[in-house]
Every structure is written in structure tokens, then in C-alpha cells.
């Protein structure tokens, strides 16, 4: 497989009252073309943060460095290096974004169609009305939304919940992207719902052979739509691996913890991990899991764990491994 997104280093820094955080600390990854990688980590660990840095929407002052390059037809891209001018080029037509709530992303007061349409002319503007028009009415039918035509002139607020993920979803893939990021696309849907939107976005995935990003903090769906995953701590990936290894066999003390506190996955009773994720200004000195980890030893805390690899393409960042 080739590899479409390469990070390597990525680190985002933002200013606080207490001096600079890193929400996005040393982070590679890469994802090939047709290929899903699962993001999964607890609330506040840096996913969205990462996300936006792919999609160049960071907030104002933010600090970036590293790198992530995007093979697209003419060229490597280096997001990290891009203008504004060209960020309006890469986003939506090169890198999309689905969201967890689209009534954020759309347009209340504009019809769905028209929506699409607007992506759509915003990266193919040589395109006649007619074509433009046919274009978002097909996206929305490869999105399985039906009655398409009668759906593209309705407003955001006439679809159902699961109908406008759809739309969002037909809205991001309009313009042929190569990468699509979905940030807990699924989250506030009811569990048939969920299904439904994970399957067309599996399908799709295969079929466009766009690659996927999917950003969860719920293993049981990774473990139905990511081929890899990568688990994300404090800013950090701790551990990387095909699903099956990293969902079956991990590696990581806050892995096990994660699959152990799943209700999605686990059988019989839950332990959630006892304590919190560490505020980022008050990061401890090395694994940042340690105040946390049963397995917790004196040398944890002397440096951060570098990545240990087990097989071929399984790893984490812990001493035990
Ligand atoms: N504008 C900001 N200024 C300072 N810190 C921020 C800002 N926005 C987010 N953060 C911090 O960055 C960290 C990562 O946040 P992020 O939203 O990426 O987490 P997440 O993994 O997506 O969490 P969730 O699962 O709740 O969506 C958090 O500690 C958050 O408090
Ligand atoms: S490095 Fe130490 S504290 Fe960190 S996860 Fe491994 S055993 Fe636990
Ligand atoms: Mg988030």
C-alpha cells in the first residue's frame, strides 16, 4: 500500500496562563491509500487537536512543528508548511472532515443540496451548473440518503440525525478528497444508527479508496471500522498496531485499562481506570500513565518510554514491553 498521510514529530503547542501546553506531543503516524486508522484515547487526549492540525484549522496562535506530508496526484503536500491560500485548496478537496454533531457544520438556513454544491464549485469551478447539480445529487444517493432529489431541497433541520450524518458525509466526499478525518461521527447516535453510518463509511472507504482517519474514544467501534489502531495519552500515541493485535494482545498497561473499562467489548464486569488524564501543564516527568499504572516501577518516571516494537508493526511506549 502506498502511504498517503506520513506524520513524523507532529507537535502542537498553545498558550496558556501557565505557560505552553502541548495538546499534540511527538505524534507519527501514517495511513495509506484506502486504508483505516482508529484513534481512540479518553477525553481531552489530543484527538480533535490532532485532527484540526491535519485539516489546518488550528486555533490562532498555536505553535506547530514536525512534519505531515499528503501524497496528492502532482505532489508530497506538507500541511504544516501551507498558506492560507493553499489550505483552501487541500481542505475538502484534498483532506475532509466529518464531525460528531452536523448541525455544527452545516448551514441551518440553507438547503442541503445547495451545500454540496457550494464544495463541489469551490474545488471544480469549471464545472457547469447542471453538472454541479447532478454531482450533489449523487453524492448524497453514494451516501445511501434516500429519495436524494427530494432530500437535497430540504433544510438540515427536516433531516433525522442519522440522515444529516449522512449528508455531512455526502457534503465531505463531494469533492473527491483523498483523506476523510471522522471526529466521533457516531457519538450522538443511537446504537442501529451507529451501525448503519460505520458501515457506509467502511463501504465507502473501499470504494473510493480514500483513507480514513477515525477519531473515537469508544474501542467497540473502532474495533468495527479501523484496520490499525493508534491509542492517543496525554498528546501522545503509547501504542500503534493492526487492530486486532492492539484489541486482542495490547501491549500498553492504559490499553489493557481502556479494553478493561469497555462495555462495548468486554465481557462481564468493568473496571474503569482509576484516577484522571493529567492536566497538560502538569505533565509527570516520564510515562505520563504513571500516576495511573498498576505496574508503575521507579524507573518510569525518569525519562518518557521511546517506542518498543513486538512483531513486525506493533508498538508502545512502555517499559514493560
Ligand atoms: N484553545 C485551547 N487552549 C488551551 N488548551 C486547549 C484549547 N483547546 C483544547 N485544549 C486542550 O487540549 C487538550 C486536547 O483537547 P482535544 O479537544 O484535542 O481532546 P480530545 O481527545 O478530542 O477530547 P474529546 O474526546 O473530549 O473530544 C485538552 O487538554 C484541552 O483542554
Ligand atoms: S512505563 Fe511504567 S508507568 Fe508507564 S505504562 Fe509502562 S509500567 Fe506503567
Ligand atoms: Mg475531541
Known amino acids: 500500500m502506498s502511504g498517503l498521510l506520513e506524520v513524523c514529530g507532529l507537535t502542537v503547542e498553545l498558550p496558556t496562563a501557565s505557560g505552553w501546553v502541548r495538546p499534540v506531543n511527538d505524534v507519527s503516524l501514517s ?4 486504508e483505516s486508522l482508529g484513534l481512540v484515547g479518553e477525553s ?29 496526484e502532482a505532489s508530497m503536500k506538507q500541511l504544516t508548511a501551507l498558506s ?25 438556513v440553507m438547503r442541503i443540496g445547495a451545500q454540496i454544491e457550494e464544495t463541489i464549485r469551490a474545488h471544480q469551478p469549471k464545472l457547469s451548473a447542471k453538472e454541479v447539480k447532478r454531482k450533489a445529487v449523487d453524492s448524497l444517493r453514494r451516501a445511501a440518503v434516500p429519495e436524494p432529489e427530494v432530500r437535497a431541497e430540504q433544510f438540515p433541520h427536516q433531516l433525522s440525525g442519522g440522515l444529516r450524518q449522512r449528508a455531512m458525509i455526502a457534503m465531505a466526499l463531494a469533492a473527491g478528497p483523498r483523506l476523510l478525518i471522522a471526529d466521533e461521527p457516531t457519538t450522538a447516535l443511537d446504537v442501529t444508527v451507529q451501525k448503519q453510518i460505520l458501515d457506509l463509511l467502511d463501504g465507502l472507504r473501499r470504494e473510493l479508496q480514500v483513507g480514513l482517519l477515525f477519531i473515537t474514544h469508544d474501542l467497540g467501534v473502532v474495533a468495527q471500522v479501523a484496520e490499525r489502531v493508534a491509542v492517543m495519552y496525554a498528546g501522545r ?19 489493557q485499562g481502556l479494553l478493561r473499562a469497555s462495555p462495548t467489548l468486554k465481557r462481564g464486569m468493568l473496571t474503569p481506570i482509576s484516577g484522571a488524564v493529567p492536566q497538560l501543564t502538569a505533565l509527570p ?3 505520563a500513565f504513571e500516576p495511573r499504572c498498576e505496574l508503575r516501577r521507579d524507573e518510569c518516571t525518569l525519562a518518557v518510554p521511546g517506542f518498543r516494537i513486538v512483531g513486525s508493526d506493533h508498538a508502545a511506549r512502555c517499559i514493560l514491553v
Open 31 to 34: 495511513i495509506a491509500a484506502g
Open 44 to 72: 481531552g487526549s489530543g484527538k480533535t487537536m490532532l485532527s484540526l492540525a491535519l485539516m489546518g484549522l488550528l486555533p490562532p496562535g498555536t505553535r506547530v512543528s514536525g512534519e505531515a506530508s499528503l501524497a496528492t
Open 84 to 108: 492560507a491560500r493553499e489550505w483552501r485548496n487541500v481542505r475538502g478537496g484534498e483532506i475532509a472532515m466529518v464531525f460528531q454533531e452536523p448541525m455544527t457544520s452545516l448551514n441551518p
Open 237 to 255: 500515541i503509547i501504542e500503534e498496531g493492526p487492530a486486532r493485535n492492539v484489541l486482542e494482545r495490547p501491549l500498553h498497561p492504559y490499553t
Open 285 to 287: 516527568p516520564g510515562c
